[in-house]
């Protein structure tokens, strides 16, 4: 089985600029969650999206995005970027992410560079 | 946002020796997990724990879920080269999708 596939792997952007990141999640995989991870900060949990529709969120400005199509992969967008945006962003999935013993499997991540 | 409290933050060790390190949280959480994250890649599951007082082995890893609920701990027997990486501890007080990482602990062996 493959695994959750991110791209691209690397991107350069300046400030102002947007962005959109895509993620496919292990096939049968319905979940999808979108996490940022930066030296300061640490792993920290953007959202999750489930049969097309956003169901948790984390506490990050609007400027962050995301949506999820029919066939579970999603994106996510941030526009106006910052030069604080810069980190990795891993895309994470799981059968469905409600049941409390379910497993989240990662992808290698995209790391943003904000110039 | 919130993180879990996990040391130590950095540990070197010879190859062959016990590691043992731990995260703790003011909150009660209903899973544990732990992660290993080599450079440029994602985390990867190591041991989920889903009970208050579970132990759970993989290999040479052994994790225990806290009976308060509030603490777990990673232990790691004779050491190998690629053992290196930074170890996260994950909980959860929801759902599955959702969780909060610890600040992670970078192991670093030597030969």
Request: proline share 4%.
């Amino acid at each position: 089985k493959a695994g959750v596939t991110q791209t691209p792997r690397y991107l350069i952007k300046t400030r102002g600029q947007q962005v959109t990141l895509s993620c496919s999640p292990i096939s049968g995989h319905r979940s999808v969650s979108w996490y940022q991870q930066t030296p300061g900060q640490g792993l920290q949990f953007l959202f999750e999206y489930f049969s097309e529709t956003q169901r948790n969120k984390g506490n990050f400005p609007g400027r962050f995005s995301g949506r999820q199509f029919s066939n579970s992969r999603s994106e996510m967008n941030v526009s106006t970027l910052e030069l604080g945006d810069s980190a990795l962003y891993l895309c994470a999935s799981s059968t469905d992410g409600q049941a409390t013993n379910e497993k989240l499997f990662f992808g290698s991540g995209t790391q943003l560079s904000v110039l | 946002g919130q993180q879990l409290n996990q040391s130590p933050q950095s540990m070197f060790i010879q190859e062959g020796e016990d590691v043992s390190m731990n995260c703790t949280s003011s909150s009660i959480f209903n899973t544990w997990l732990w992660y290993k994250q080599d450079p440029g890649e994602g985390p990867v599951l190591l041991i989920a724990l889903y009970k208050a007082g579970e132990l759970t082995s993989n290999g040479r890893l052994t994790a225990q879920f806290g009976i308060t609920r509030k603490d777990s701990f990673l232990n790691i027997s004779a050491s190998i080269p690629s053992d290196v990486g930074i170890y996260f501890c994950a909980g959860t007080t929801g759902t599955a999708s959702k969780l909060t990482f610890g600040t992670g602990t970078r192991l670093q062996v030597t030969l």
